[in-house]
């Protein structure tokens, strides 16, 4: 038979016979082009265009697309180096029997041309079956309308088509190189061929723990401004390439060294754990690496998605608290006018009105330095720079429901953010007294964790109140200090309960009403600010949804990789224990003690990196609007324990494959 022919037969073959790499790899494409499919059709599909609010779900899902073609292309890179890894010895042996490399070659780019067809119709076939399901999901997420048909998209289609073929082109110049550097001899011991011992070990271990505390700092000591972005992929590149080099060369570098204690090492119990994990570390410690930054990785994105979902309703809520809010020039309207339309627009349509505030406040920016309130700072990223409102206790007492007292210098204080926590302040030179911290106070709801929190100073009168804005007016150099001093507005919030309809219907004819009125300034619709807000943060739910899904099968790839690896190479070590005169018992437990310490470093690894990581991850999270971080220490713990549970069963099971491999050398 002419090579042109067997060739072919020869490819399909090389994957029917090494199923055992190969299925779980079909897999694993499969599930990436289904993801992507899935994104891109989302993304091509005519009617995110037509969605309420859905510039900001399709902005999520555009980043989150192209964020999960980096990540592809990296994960898939590394299960396909493992699969030629266990396919050196066959291509080897090809070549002594006189199959040219260009041979090879040919038969290589038919292998990935069966796997490019199998997983495409594969991928595709399921994304178009379960596309309208996760677009639904999407929608529920966001808290848009559920019903809409969802169609086919043929530029989804496409770009799919060709992002995975380039994709495979790649992997296919990559084996190339690596089959052609090779010769026959080396090709047929390429499976047993591992990481070589890294060379100046203590410098690399050294610079594995500087990186890593580097990485550590960086984490902790973030803050929430504007360089925040830059400070997490900093942090992030430092902490992988910290545990790179501890994981390779740090762990080769510690086993040498209690090699080298002689009363702990030559022991029985000792000498042989010791030897093969020194022998382990040395072989496949990078793929270790994979395991600790894909468990990482999960669990971070796990731990987001988790706690917003939780916390969503109070986020947002945490900004626009009345479902509709109208801002007026000073003395433009009375209270009661103001009360008795909201109360006659609810009782039209249908809804009982919770709240209707109507309130004076004036707002300023400061700087806040020890106790003192002054000028605000240049650089508008300054620490100390915070908004002050100044209220009457008239307008407080009816907001709050509550009777207080006030006199001279004394005044009520309340911080969105952290406590005041002083017993006297001053303002622009005005000395006063804190006769007691307010903890709560609607519309400007609490949260220790907002670093833009700003300070209601509540004091006893007009003439009080003017002369706080006198003093800040004429710090600042305003030169109509009495047109400044009555610039205040007068804020009407209302929050009604009912159906979503009756609701929008109300703050559309309130909208139309106040905008009609003399002196307005300002209308702010808190029912679609939280709907945009839901939109945005429902993508950001939907990817966090769909990444931590493809993370944890990454990890179990990975994993199931590294098992038979394990086992092939412990298959012929069994062979050689048992010669020593090892029991069968004795070897058995002395190889479990090793891969669980193998697999149980990426995982402790993993959850430290988590641990650290949430340091930064919080203030990420704050600057989103998500201040609950109470909340989202409770899911850290809870996810951290479910992923480590699943974690370990996810070992068993491919555990199983590794016992099935050795086991045929201790039978």
């Not at 100046?200 to 050294?206: I, K, P, R, S």
């Not at 720079?385 to 907001?399: D, H, P, R, S």
């Not at 993993?606 to 971080?629: E, N, P, S, W």
């Amino acid at each position: 038979m002419k090579k042109g022919r067997i060739l072919p037969v020869m490819a399909a073959k090389g994957i029917v016979a090494n199923s055992n790499v190969y299925y779980p790899y079909i897999t694993a494409v499969i599930f990436s082009v289904f993801i992507l499919f899935v994104f891109s059709s989302i993304l091509h599909n005519d009617l995110i265009n037509i969605l309420p609010y859905r510039a900001y779900a399709w902005i999520m899902l555009e980043l989150g697309k192209y964020l999960l073609e980096y990540i592809m292309v990296f994960f898939l890179f590394y299960a396909d180096s493992f699969v030629i890894k266990r396919r050196k010895k066959e291509i080897g042996l090809y070549s002594l029997l006189g199959l040219e490399k260009k041979h090879i070659g040919i038969m290589l780019f038919l292998e990935n041309c069966i796997v490019y067809a199998v997983t495409m119709c594969g991928g595709i076939l399921l994304g178009v079956a379960l596309s309208r399901l996760l677009f639904l999901l999407l929608l529920k997420l966001s808290h848009l309308p559920l019903e809409v048909d969802f169609v086919f998209s043929a530029e989804a289609f496409t770009e799919t088509l060709l992002y995975f073929a380039v994709v495979f082109l790649m992997l296919f110049v990559c084996q190339l190189w690596e089959v052609g550097k090779s010769r026959p001899a080396e090709l047929l011991s390429g499976n047993r061929k591992g990481e070589k011992e890294p060379r100046l070990l203590v410098l690399w271990t050294a610079a594995g723990l500087a990186l890593l505390i580097a990485g550590y700092r960086a984490a902790i000591l973030a803050k929430a401004d504007s360089m925040i972005f830059i400070s997490f992929f900093m942090a992030v590149f430092l902490v992988v390439g910290g545990t790179y080099f501890l994981f390779t060369s740090g762990s080769v570098f510690f086993l040498k060294v209690v090699r080298r204690n002689k009363k702990l090492y030559y022991r029985a119990k000792n000498f042989i754990t010791i030897s093969g994990m020194y022998y382990r570390m040395k072989k496949s410690a990078a793929g270790l690496v994979n395991i600790c930054i894909f468990s990482t990785m999960a669990l971070i994105t796990l731990i987001c998605t988790v706690s917003l979902y939780l916390g969503l309703e109070e986020v947002m809520y945490q900004n626009n608290p009345y479902d509709m809010e109208l801002e007026f020039e000073q003395g433009a309207l009375s209270e009661e006018v103001l009360r008795e339309k909201a109360g006659e627009l609810a009782s039209q349509n249908h809804l009982t009105l919770q709240r209707a505030d109507v309130f004076e406040v004036i707002s300023l920016s400061c700087s806040l330095e020890d106790g003192n309130f002054g000028l605000k700072k240049e650089d508008d990223h300054d620490e100390r720079n915070c908004g002050v409102m100044i209220m009457t206790l008239a307008f407080y007492e009816k907001m709050s429901g509550k009777t207080e007292s006030l006199s001279g210098q004394e005044a009520l204080l309340y911080a969105e953010g952290k406590n005041f926590d002083r017993e006297v302040f001053s303002f622009m030179g005005i000395e006063g007294t804190v006769k007691e911290e307010v903890q709560d106070m609607f519309p400007w709801p609490k949260a220790e964790e907002n670093p833009n929190g700003r300070y209601l100073i509540i004091v006893p009168d007009d003439e009080t109140r003017d002369a706080y804005v006198s003093a800040w007016a004429e710090t600042n150099g305003v030169e109509e200090l009495e047109a400044f001093v009555h610039s205040g507005s007068l804020r009407a919030g209302v929050v009604v309960d009912g159906t979503e309809e009756e609701q929008e219907a109300f703050d559309a004819a309130l909208k139309d009403w106040g905008l009609q009125q003399d002196g307005i300034r300002k209308v702010k619709n808190g029912l679609e600010n939280r709907a945009e807000l839901c939109s945005m943060y429902g993508g950001l739910l939907f990817i966090g949804v769909v990444f931590g899904v493809d993370f944890l099968l990454c990890l179990f790839i990975i994993m199931y990789y590294k098992q038979i690896s394990e086992g092939y190479e412990d298959r012929q070590n069994y062979e050689i224990m048992q010669k020593v005169g090892m029991s069968r018992e004795e070897i058995r437990g002395t190889v479990h003690k090793q891969i669980l310490l193998v697999f149980g470093l990426p995982l402790i690894g993993a959850l430290a990196h988590t641990f650290v990581g949430m340091f930064m991850v919080k203030r990420l999270m704050v600057i989103i609007g998500f201040y609950d971080i109470g909340l989202m220490q409770s899911c850290q713990l809870l996810v951290a324990a479910v992923f480590a549970l699943i974690y370990g069963i996810g070992y068993l099971k491919t555990a199983g494959t590794y016992y099935r491999i050795v086991n045929r050398a201790a039978s």
